[in-house]
């Protein structure tokens, strides 16, 4: 199984537009690792594309990805469905008779009703269904989906609305997909060992290197949001042979640079396993 990250960053990409920061002036004139567009990845193998943030058109058309069977939501947040269109601006219009099937696109538990009343995303989603262009499928709590050789079972975290993936083959890897949204989130016993987890790195309520505190204490973002310290502690009790950190939001002010430098701390911290996405990054596990 393959993972590729098409976007490493979060709900605030970078650069961040009207922002001249150190990190934002880097990633302008480098582009990719230092560039992030929203968070997506694909899975080769099953073929399966995990959210659509609105550069998702664009990750695919860069991404060598010839073949989307299927898509899933992990939840309703724009940074991670405001690319809807990705499903009509990856077909050949000019084809007639249309050979194409509609592609199927998995949301699970709520997450279809959750666009519908809090993105008012319905009359978008009608189309993409009349158009033929993709079969929306709502996954009952508790039920796994076969795709190609992979089996894929979403589950809810803390934040119920958000979703999780677990992904198993067949006498093949056992890999964690968590998009967004750890926040209070203990791993359950049943998700077993792991040979790969995929997890946003949470918020940077302290500067890693430094301890100083970069966001204020009661600022509401940290009841809503994980930050990376709880989320080192959640790598640790998942204990997953390799762990990859993404949704980098700019906000964070870490560079790819930076990350490289922290991954080497962690490394000595006893954290051999995590490394830190960044946009066209390709796992095989
Ligand atoms: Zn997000
Ligand atoms: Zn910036």
């Not at 998009?179 to 998700?191: A, N, Q």
């Not at 077993?192 to 949470?202: E, F, I, Q, R, T």
């Not at 994980?226 to 990859?244: Q, S």
């Amino acid at each position: 199984m393959k993972i590729e990250v098409l976007g490493s960053g979060g709900a605030v990409t970078t650069p961040r537009p009207l922002c001249f920061c150190r990190v934002c002036r880097k990633a302008r004139r480098l582009g990719v690792p230092h560039q992030r567009t929203g968070p997506s990845l694909f899975v080769h193998g099953p073929d399966l594309l995990v959210d659509t943030p609105e550069e998702s058109a664009f990750q695919l058309a860069r991404s060598g990805v010839q073949r989307v069977a299927a898509g899933i939501y992990s939840h309703w947040h724009p940074d991670h469905v405001m690319g809807l269109r990705v499903w009509e601006m990856s077909r050949d219009f000019r084809r007639w008779p249309r050979e194409e099937r509609p592609t199927p696109v998995y949301f699970p538990g709520g997450v279809r009703d959750d666009l519908v009343q809090r993105l008012a995303a319905g009359n978008h989603l009608e189309f993409l269904e009349s158009q033929g262009l993709i079969r929306s499928i709502v996954v009952e709590e508790g039920t796994s989906v076969r795709i190609g050789d992979c089996t894929v079972r979403p589950f809810p975290l803390a934040e119920e609305y958000v979703y999780a993936f677990l992904l198993e083959e067949a006498d093949g890897p056992r890999v964690l997909l968590a998009p967004d949204e750890l926040v209070g989130w203990r791993p359950p016993d049943w998700l077993g060992p792991l040979d790969l987890a995929v997890l946003p790195m949470g918020v940077a309520e302290f500067d890693p290197f430094s301890g100083a505190r970069r966001i204020p204490a009661e600022h509401p973002i940290l009841a809503a949001e994980a930050t990376f310290r709880e989320t080192l502690e959640i790598v640790r009790k998942l204990g997953a042979r390799r762990t990859v950190l993404t949704h980098i939001e700019e906000p964070d002010g870490l560079d790819h640079d930076d990350l490289l430098r922290l991954e080497a701390r962690l490394e000595t911290e006893g954290h051999p396993e995590i490394r830190f996405a960044h946009d066209t990054m390709m796992l095989t596990v």
